[in-house]
């Protein structure tokens, strides 16, 4: 006998006791209306992001691709089946999935942008990762996690190193306190040949700022614009030159 509850009607209960953190309760009513739905689609992508926030990233992949054969998936079960996909090891599956969120990057809400980013280095997509951070930048000119976002990616693939200085540059205006962003482009404008705005941006930062970096390189590059400005006395409260 077929369920009087719609699938929208079930999706709704659903959400509601999971919103309100009752999720044994979430997970009882799924359980009911997989049953009474003959495991409808809208449902099974709920499921399978469900299935992945209790840390169940098998039964979240078979769940939300079992979904896709029948409905497009949401963006939202777009993103957590490449999650899922990453913690399991299958990087090829995470890769195709991520690409086509880039794709479609005008459609991916502002809240996920990050996750997405974060996703695409994990798998050595620099090139699509500064696509994101562009999308971010474009949607919000004020964002210099975003600003710096574009400059640094184009930085490490290889890029311009003009246009790394431009977009950084841009993160340190938006957030001059931020001694990452000050730190990286001192490093981008003497590889550039820079060295006295190099210089500049070092002197910005307190040295202990520059200790407590958790990139080694990072110091050591550092170092090596203080050595150029003969600042004995920063390179010694930052530690002696390796040479």
């Not at 399991?88 to 969120?101: H, K």
Request: aromatic share 8%.
């Amino acid at each position: 006998m077929p369920s009087k509850v719609t699938e929208k009607a079930w999706i709704e209960r659903i959400k509601s006791a999971y919103v309100s953190c009752n999720y044994p309760l979430a997970s009882k009513l799924m359980e009911q209306a997989l049953i009474e739905t003959r495991s409808a689609a809208s449902l099974l992508e709920i499921a399978g992001m469900m299935a992945y926030e209790r840390g169940q990233y098998q039964e979240a992949i078979r769940l939300i691709e079992a979904a896709m054969f029948e409905v497009c998936l949401s963006i939202s079960g777009q993103l957590t089946l490449a999650n899922a996909c990453l913690k399991v090891g299958n990087v090829a599956t995470a890769e195709t999935t991520l690409s086509f969120l880039v794709e479609c990057i005008d459609r991916v809400p502002c809240a996920m942008l990050l996750d997405l980013t974060h996703n695409l280095v994990e798998i050595g997509r620099d090139d699509l990762a500064i696509e994101v951070c562009r999308a971010a930048l474009s949607r919000h000119p004020g964002d210099d996690n975003a600003a710096f976002g574009v400059g640094f990616y184009i930085y490490r693939s290889g890029g311009s190193l003009e246009w790394a200085q431009m977009y950084m540059s841009r993160a340190v205006e938006l957030n001059p306190l931020c001694s990452m962003y000050r730190v990286n482009l001192a490093i981008v404008h003497a590889e550039l040949g820079q060295w006295a705005e190099a210089y500049f941006q070092t002197t910005q930062v307190q040295v202990s700022e520059v200790r407590s970096l958790s990139c080694g390189c990072l110091v050591d590059r550092v170092k090596d614009i203080f050595l150029h400005f003969e600042d004995y006395e920063r390179l010694a409260e930052l530690g002696a030159h390796d040479g």
